[in-house]
């Protein structure tokens, strides 16, 4: 299926009373002022002009940023009318928007339902309620928990954003966090490491010392865990890793964490690779030995890891002398072959995902 096609509209802080430590809204946007009700029929129409569309896309107006829900409810009301003309005209199919578990409850769920919104996203952060409390979330999971039952009810699809590394978090408590993401089913997930921005509680710390950001390494093994958890119990990771966005001016603004420009293509190439080591613990590989890995075609570039890392590290794991690389249309993707001269394995994804089970 095809991405939907999304216009954007940042509401940045707007109504937000909470001072999160990791947050600099303004920046993640790259949005210094929020666009008014009033202004988005017509940024819909110029960004329509703008957009490759075709007959069935489907389109969306989503409202990021702070926390739309917690925004007075006339003025959620102004921007959601303002949003439901444009689905009214048809000239959009959807409306999403992302806000806090602890700003969600019948009456805000009957005005989002009434204005046709289609999809909430919650910024559940993470699931352990230690980790909340150092992060100044100013929520419980509990709370979180309670939203996604409330949302249930109506017939939004709902979203988590998830963060890992946040002050107090760690791989258990990752772990906790999948697990319990898993448990509350949300109908898609999106993954970012946290990032030390200046101007933040977090860069204080930082320079303080009394916070230290997770190294690339660390961040990408954990997303990789999740996205493998994820994707066992078929819930839709659609977002590793914060977006590139026009004026983002994140180089200059972040002091430290694990930020990469292909961070999700980081994670799906670990993932890969602990599906090789799987296949490569069924063979009895001696010191020195060629192998032969076959793949999907589109799969190469994960498969060989940035900078050839993946290869790197199998060669160095298990003595291997030289790999082949063999791309073959006919492989699904992501299923993997791996043979020496005399033995050979397969393993489909589906099956390496196993180990993944909760
Ligand atoms: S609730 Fe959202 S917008 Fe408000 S401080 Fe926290 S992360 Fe930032």
């Not at 699931?127 to 100013?138: A, F, N, S, W, Y």
């Not at 799987?278 to 570039?301: D, I, K, N, R």
Request: glycine content about 6%.
């Amino acid at each position: 299926m095809e991405k939907p096609l999304i216009i954007p509209f940042f509401i940045p802080h707007v109504g937000c009373p909470f001072t999160c430590v990791f947050c600099n809204q303004w920046e993640i946007s790259g949005e210094k002022e929020a666009i008014q009700p009033e202004e988005i029929a017509d940024y819909v129409d110029a960004y329509l002009k703008k957009a490759r569309l075709w007959p069935d896309r489907y389109v969306e107006i989503a409202f990021y940023g702070g926390s739309f829900t917690a925004i007075p409810p006339e003025k959620q009301g102004e921007y959601l009318q303002a949003a439901a003309e444009q689905k009214r005209k048809g000239r959009i199919n959807g409306i999403r928007l992302s806000t806090r578990p602890d700003f969600i409850n019948k009456e805000i769920l009957d005005r989002l339902f009434f204005y046709g919104v289609t999809t909430v996203e919650l910024g559940v952060q993470s699931l352990v309620d230690e980790v909340l409390k150092k992060t100044g979330r100013g929520h419980s999971v509990a709370d979180t928990l309670t939203a996604t039952r409330l949302l249930r009810k109506y017939p939004f699809q709902v979203g988590y954003q998830l963060m890992l590394g946040l002050p107090g978090d760690n791989r258990s408590f990752a772990r906790l966090t999948v697990e319990k993401a898993v448990a509350a089913a949300p109908d898609f997930v999106r993954i970012y490491p946290t990032l030390v921005l200046k101007g933040t509680i977090l860069a204080t710390w930082y320079k303080e010392k009394k916070y230290q950001p997770w190294s690339l390494e660390q961040a990408v093994e954990t997303a990789a865990d999740w996205l493998g958890t994820f994707s066992f119990y078929g819930i839709p990771v659609i977002r590793m890793g914060l977006q590139a966005v026009e004026n983002l001016s994140l180089q200059q603004d972040l002091l430290a964490g694990p930020y990469h420009p292909a961070f999700g293509e980081l994670v799906e190439s670990h993932l890969l690779l602990e599906q090789m080591q799987t296949g490569l613990s069924e063979l009895e590989l001696q010191e020195g030995e060629a192998l032969t890995l076959s793949f999907h075609p589109l799969a190469q570039s994960k498969v060989v890891g940035q900078k050839k890392l993946n290869l790197v590290l199998l060669r160095e794991k298990y003595g291997i002398e030289r790999i082949k690389l063999v791309p073959q249309e006919k492989l699904a993707k992501n299923n993997l072959e791996i043979s020496t001269a005399s033995q050979s394995v397969t393993i489909k994804r589906q099956d390496f995902l196993k180990k993944y089970r909760i």
